[in-house]
């Protein structure tokens, strides 16, 4: 039972353009949403994230909106830049209970 | 370098044999966790403790599987009489855990085990 889901496997943008990574989640529980980049052979790099408590955070050039009706999170990064080529996961927790539980990722290519 | 270190990076074993992966969490993170990734997938989560209380495992973590956090600082994972199906990176990620709040969890470069 994947309570986590990431359904784009991959993902191609443009450099300058803004690059939007979608992450679905079944468990109401949830109340606590990360997002993490991994390059090859690293471990992954917590980026951005949120409480169910809000709708939006913003960091820089990522942006984390959170839509709790529709179970729905989305990481957007603006402008894209070569550097931001890796895989980025999707994670949640519910309070109380910190593991992770992760999607299986979205690779992230930036065309120069 | 103040982040998680994890030792070795790689490791390649054959069937039956056991294997032990250690782990350093960053210096004042009170929470370490193990995680396990699979080609393919996200981590998931195997075990974790709150200084050398061991919390809560993972049905995943079947009775091959050990994992100690001695004096809560350093941690080790054992993989007793390994099969084929245990190859995975193995990561390490610890958290500062601060009551009534979450805790983001920074995560080690891995140990990735192949297993002949």
């Given at each position: 039972d994947q309570q986590v889901k990431q359904n784009s496997p991959s993902l191609s943008v443009q450099e300058g353009r803004i690059s939007i990574l979608n992450c679905d989640y079944t468990n109401s529980m949830f109340d606590y949403f990360l997002w993490y980049k991994k390059y090859p052979a690293e471990g992954p790099t917590f980026l951005i994230s949120i409480s169910?408590?809000?709708?939006k955070?913003?960091?820089?050039?990522?942006?984390?909106?959170?839509?709790k009706s529709a179970k729905h999170l989305s990481l957007h990064i603006v402008p894209s830049q070569p550097g931001d080529s890796a895989v980025y996961f999707c994670a949640a927790s519910d309070f109380g209970n910190e593991k992770l539980t992760f999607g299986t990722g979205t690779r992230l290519t930036i065309i120069p | 370098d103040t982040g998680v270190s994890q030792d070795p990076r790689h490791?390649?074993?054959k069937r039956g044999q056991n294997v032990t992966f250690r782990c350093d969490p960053i210096s004042e993170h009170n929470r370490l966790y193990w995680y396990r990734q699979t080609l393919g997938q996200g981590p998931e989560f195997l075990t974790y403790f709150q200084n050398e209380a061991q919390l809560e495992k993972s049905r995943l973590l079947s009775d091959r599987f050990s994992a100690e956090r001695?004096?809560?600082?350093?941690?080790?994972?054992?993989?007793?009489?390994?099969?084929?199906?245990?190859?995975?990176m193995y990561l390490c990620a610890s958290s500062l855990m601060i009551r009534d709040s979450h805790n983001e969890q920074f995560f080690g470069p891995g140990t990735r085990l192949t297993v002949l």
């Open positions: 169910s408590i809000k709708d955070n913003e960091d820089g050039r990522f942006t984390v909106f959170l839509n | 490791k390649i074993t001695p004096k809560g600082s350093f941690s080790t994972l054992e993989i007793q009489r390994t099969e084929q199906g245990d190859s995975a």
